[in-house]
């Protein structure tokens, strides 16, 4: 059983940081993306980055120079730090792992349930 577990969300004033945390738990697991999205009231969940096993980071327009993506590959954590934050980034914001479990030949998605993200004008 894999789970992810998201932390660090909450309210904040525009202009301020957030930083959210997920850490991945199961028996015999391999990592490769991690990532994090966004869904808004009433809205679709979008990409906000993602980084690869090895680093590489993609990230929404949206977010580009204000979000920072990093990840403990040791600790099967990715992290994202939030600044400058705007009221558009308000939504819930969910953990996304693309988890290969070891002695199966394809991996699989798996999600957190997701934590709030508030920002007050």
């Known amino acids: 059983q894999v789970q992810l577990v998201e932390s660090g969300g909450g309210l904040a004033q525009a202009g301020g940081s957030l930083r959210l945390s997920c850490a991945a738990s199961?028996?015999?697991?391999?990592?490769?993306?991690m990532g994090w999205y966004r869904q808004a009231t009433g809205r679709q969940r979008d990409l906000v980055a993602v980084?690869?096993?090895?680093?590489?980071?993609n990230y929404a327009d949206s977010v580009k120079n204000r979000f920072t993506i990093s990840r403990d590959n040791a600790k099967n954590t990715v992290y994202l730090q939030m600044n400058s934050l705007k009221p558009e980034d308000t939504g819930v914001y969910y953990c996304?792992?693309?988890?290969?479990?070891?002695?199966?030949?394809?991996?699989?998605?798996?999600w957190g349930k997701g934590t709030l993200v508030t920002v007050s004008s």
């Open positions: 996304n792992a693309y988890v290969l479990i070891i002695g199966r030949t394809t991996g699989m998605d798996y």
């Open positions: 199961g028996r015999d697991i391999s990592i490769n993306n």
């Open positions: 980084i690869s096993r090895g680093g590489d980071t």
